[in-house]
């Protein structure tokens, strides 16, 4: 059975760091693509961060130089590492997987969730300016 769980949002000030993480059950996440996405109610969901199955990554624009995508295959689990939080960070968090035969190319302008078959329940950030 595959399981996605989020977890360590939590509010926090401008400028600072956030680690979340994403303990993952039913497959082994070296081997999938994953990533992370965030969603504000009214607003569209927004990939952030994307690490494929031989390590490559991509983020969007708007967190490059803040945010670290990384995984650990120990713990099965995925990380995101979050520096200089802004107010425009504050989101619900979201980590999704992908069979990598599926995967999109992550060379692409743009993460889109419908390429993603697994999420989980998401985390919430709120950061106070």
């Known amino acids: 059975r595959v399981e996605l769980v989020e977890s360590g949002g939590r509010s926090t000030q401008s400028g600072g760091s956030l680690t979340l993480s994403c303990r993952v059950s039913?497959?082994?996440?070296?081997?999938?693509?994953m990533a992370w996405f965030r969603q504000t109610p009214g607003k569209e969901r927004e990939g952030v961060a994307a690490i494929d199955d031989v390590g490559g990554t991509k983020y969007a624009d708007s967190v490059k130089g803040r945010f670290t995508i990384s995984h650990d295959a120990f713990s099965n689990t995925l990380y995101l590492q979050m520096n200089n939080l802004q107010p425009e960070d504050t989101a619900t968090y979201y980590c999704?997987?992908?069979?990598?035969?599926?995967?999109?190319?992550?060379?692409?302008?743009?993460?889109?969730?419908?390429?993603?078959?697994?999420w989980g329940q998401g985390t919430q950030v709120t950061v106070s300016s």
């Open positions: 039913g497959f082994t996440i070296t081997r999938y693509c």
């Open positions: 999704a997987a992908v069979d990598p035969l599926l995967a999109p190319s992550l060379s692409a302008p743009t993460l889109r969730g419908d390429d993603f078959e697994y």
